[in-house]
């Protein structure tokens, strides 16, 4: 009976011991956004996050910041690299599929990187936000910057 129980014991501690690997394996291959967040609020606290998009891969996030500037978050295992980007500090090529963004980064080089996103919108999106060529604009904006247009013309 004791065998019994110790073999039980064992076979326990087996399971658990290959579910916690098979889950670190997930977690080093599959970041969490929501972690990279945390992550990048902790680095940076002053930035207001206002949109995000997150590479075919899940290794890279490019945030785009409250005041026209944009963020970036490399997951590294469990450790993260978060930078800020001044508006038009990189330099960005596009690929014939229009997913592909080819990022260079002068301040720095060792993130120089293919970046391929979910979409072609959202590589053309992220690619604004690192241009600094982004300007949102909400629809009541929009109709009151046509409605001075034509009072103008009045």
Request: proline share 3%.
């Amino acid at each position: 009976m004791l065998w019994l129980l110790l073999l039980a014991a064992v076979a326990l501690a087996a399971a658990f011991y290959m579910r916690m690997n098979a889950r670190a394996e997930r977690d080093i291959t599959n970041p969490d956004a929501g972690l990279a967040m945390v992550e990048f609020g902790r680095a940076f606290p002053d930035e207001a996050i206002r949109a995000l998009h997150s590479t075919l891969d899940h290794k890279a996030i490019f945030l785009r910041l409250h005041d026209g500037k944009a963020g970036f978050i490399q997951s590294y295992g469990s450790h993260f690299v978060c930078h800020v980007i001044q508006p038009g500090k990189v330099r960005v090529n596009g690929s014939e599929s229009g997913r592909d963004l080819i990022v260079h980064f002068p301040d720095f080089t060792y993130l120089d990187n293919t970046f391929e996103f979910r979409t072609a919108a959202e590589a053309a999106e992220v690619s604004l936000w690192l241009l600094g060529s982004f300007s949102p604009q909400s629809e009541l904006e929009a109709s009151s910057k046509a409605d001075q247009a034509t009072r103008a013309c009045d």
